[in-house]
T-cell receptor, first 113, second 109 residues
Framework: DTAVSQTPKYLVTQMGNDKSIKCEQNLGHDTMYWYKQDSKKFLKIMFSYNNKELIINETVPNRFSPKSPDKAHLNLHINSLELGDSAVYFC????????????FGPGTRLTVT | EDQVTQSPEALRLQEGESSSLNCSYTVSGLRGLFWYRQDPGKGPEFLFTLYSAGEEKEKERLKATLTKKESFLHITAPKPEDSATYLCAVLRIDYKLSFGAGTTVTVRA
């Protein structure tokens, strides 16, 4: 009965590679998010989709491209990985209206060598 | 620009020693303020939502309060299992959620 799931949990790759992280939620939410948590544990929003439409797009390199095939899924594709991309990436979901609390996945630890 | 500042950065408590965590914020248009708990290697776990000044929420040994400029998370008679990082976040009118840096609480038996 996992609410927000992410795969993979760990991702180790070399600079220059392209990788994807997948996220799925079974909470019936209409909005999904990607966050980055850096080495100082600071959580920062990257993207948000509402009903498959991009509604938040923070200042993120265009090597990062989110894709939402449906309301329950939001994937993150990263091209030409750099050392600075190493971090933990969290997916989250919420309702857009009424109850706003966001529920987070377990995170994907990305290490770029 | 929005600011969410949490203090202290770290808090070490003896089991049963009550204390409070502070979250001060400046935001243009507040929809709500959230408290989360994060354990090492895990995602943030939702605790409370506060929508307006004067509102209070309670859950077991935790109580959250909200004023127009800050929120407090009170931990009453903490136990070792309350050890975690507690995150405060503010939701703006445009649905953007901004997090504070967190307070790491360690409760010793």
């Amino acid at each position: 009965d996992t609410a927000v799931s992410q795969t993979p949990k760990y991702l180790v790759t070399q600079m220059g590679n392209d990788k994807s992280i997948k996220c799925e939620q079974n909470l019936g939410h209409d909005t999904m998010y990607w966050y980055k948590q850096d080495s100082k544990k600071f959580l920062k929003i990257m993207f948000s989709y509402n009903n498959k439409e991009l509604i938040i797009n923070e200042t993120v390199p265009n090597r990062f491209s989110p894709k939402s095939p449906d309301k329950a899924h939001l994937n993150l594709h990263i091209n030409s990985l750099e050392l600075g991309d190493s971090a933990v990436y969290f997916c989250a979901s919420s309702h857009r209206d009424g109850r706003y609390e966001q529920y987070f996945g377990p995170g994907t630890r990305l290490t770029v060598t | 620009e929005d600011q969410v500042t949490q203090s202290p950065e770290a808090l070490r408590l003896q089991e049963g020693e009550s204390s409070s965590l502070n979250c001060s914020y400046t935001v243009s248009g507040l929809r709500g303020l959230f408290w989360y708990r994060q354990d090492p290697g895990k995602g943030p776990e939702f605790l409370f939502t506060l929508y307006s000044a004067g509102e209070e929420k309670e859950k077991e040994r935790l109580k959250a309060t909200l004023t127009k400029k800050e929120s407090f998370l009170h931990i009453t008679a903490p136990k070792p299992e309350d050890s975690a990082t507690y995150l405060c976040a503010v939701l703006r009118i445009d649905y953007k959620l901004s997090f504070g840096a967190g307070t790491t609480v360690t409760v010793r038996a």
